[in-house]
């Protein structure tokens, strides 16, 4: 059984796909090709915002949006403890300080009292400036939109909502990637819209940034490619990643999405009661890049799953307080709840093509182990 049933969707999109790489080798526009501004379009008018600025991957957009917002030395940014190690690496990256927040137990996602209380932390002491926070939409749920940027935007902090698990999401009517003053996805494979190699998008509404950021991924560019106004990056998203990504696109919204929520809903409905499982508040919608339940016996879980063939992931397995890249960072509030839930968390094979049957194999198979 495949964890994420990649090869799957290829034979369902095969015909598209294979189309439309092809139009890309035979026109050899391989870099900036039409398709790239094509895509940003779709993606905007999807999302509902006015620029979708394309690039290499989701670290690079996260990178990027702190070049755009001059995060530098002595600045503090506030990243959940629980998240893909990007959150935190692009913000020591430009020098400046992450600073870890907990999360909500139920949720996976970054606690708003534990917000405020590592931003008066901050403030207290007296050493780093009030910059930005990054809320993670982690596992496909989006962030409380409503909560965290009423704290920042209370501090004067920017936000830049970390949407790479997150793209296709919905928050009070709103779609994810347009949570936050700016936005940023990923199109790695796994993700909720995966290229087929590395792939990234950044959302803003604001055009100075969109220009800025049309620069910095070539090179600084100012008018044209070979005359450069400041230092920028090499950060494309390729044109077979564009058109790839365009077919796979469509898919997402005719019925990937809608098909990803079932298979969710059929594992809830089975797991409820017995296990801890994933909850979607009112109002939220997921687009369930994981399903994680929450157990005390994962590590004998997951290899009874194994001796049947049946794959799990753990994400996370260390806070990123922990991670050696950020010794010697401080820790300014209490992160029990993400020491926990990287003790406790089992994702469960989870894609828009998995059958009921399967889903009922494998929910049958937990209830034997479920303590
Ligand atoms: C995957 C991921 C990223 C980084 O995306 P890449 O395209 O792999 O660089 C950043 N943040 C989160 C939360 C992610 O899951």
Known sequence: MEFRDLKKQYQVLKKDIDFAVERVMSDCNFISGSQVQELEKELAEYVGVKHCISCANGTDALQMMMMAWGVTEGDAVFVPDFTFFSTGEVVAFEGATPVFVDVCRDTFNMDPKSLEAAILAVEKEGQLKLKAVIPVDLFGLPYDADEINAIAHKHGLLVLEDGAQGFGGVYKGRRACTLGDAATTSFFPAKPLGCYGDGGAIFTNDDETAAYLKSIRVHGKG?????????????????????????????????????????????????????????????????????????SNRDELQASLKAKGIPSMVYYPKPMHKQLAFSGIKQYVDLSATEELCQTVLSLPMDPYKSNDIINLITSLLQVYAK
């Open 223 to 295: 008018t044209m490619k070979y005359d450069n106004i400041r230092l920028g990056m090499n950060s494309r998203l390729d044109t077979i990643q564009a058109a790839i990504l365009q077919v796979k696109f469509k898919a997402f919204k005719e019925y990937e999405l809608d098909d990803v929520n079932k298979v969710a809903s059929w594992y809830s409905e089975k797991l409820a009661g017995t296990f801890e499982i994933p909850v979607v508040p009112e109002g939220f919608v997921s687009s369930w890049a994981q399903y994680t339940i929450k157990v």
